[in-house]
Nanobody, 117 residues
């Protein structure tokens, strides 16, 4: 029903920046939440940032002041601007969409972000 495709991951030096993109396609509710989560081996999935269709945002404590989430209104696309990257930001980053009308919880395949010291 819904497909999420992430892009923009890669290798960057500490202090650098990356911009992740996530494009959603399919049957998508008008009211939804899109966001980014990350996971490293042996640890729980962690909230990075979420934005709902009204524009409200929420950030995980570890990325506040460094990451910014935004979305394009014309299409269900969400961006994550990551600045001042640290080695501890290294993880697989997953795009997520939750339908707030009806039901639906969807995940992308993930994109690797690696930050070198």
């Amino acid at each position: 029903q819904v497909q999420l495709v992430e892009s923009g991951g890669g290798l960057v030096q500490a202090g650098g920046s990356l911009r992740l993109s996530c494009a959603a396609s399919g049957s998508i509710s008008n009211l939804n939440s899109m966001g980014w989560y990350r996971q490293v081996p042996g640890k729980q999935r962690e909230l990075v940032a979420v934005i709902i269709s009204t524009g409200s945002t929420n950030y995980g404590d570890s990325v506040k002041g460094r990451f910014t989430i935004s979305r394009a209104n014309a299409r269900n696309t969400v961006y994550l601007q990551m600045n001042s990257l640290k080695p501890e930001d290294t993880a697989v980053y997953y795009c997520n969409l939750i339908a707030l009308i009806g039901t639906g919880n969807y995940w992308g395949q993930g994109t690797q972000v690696t930050v070198s010291a």
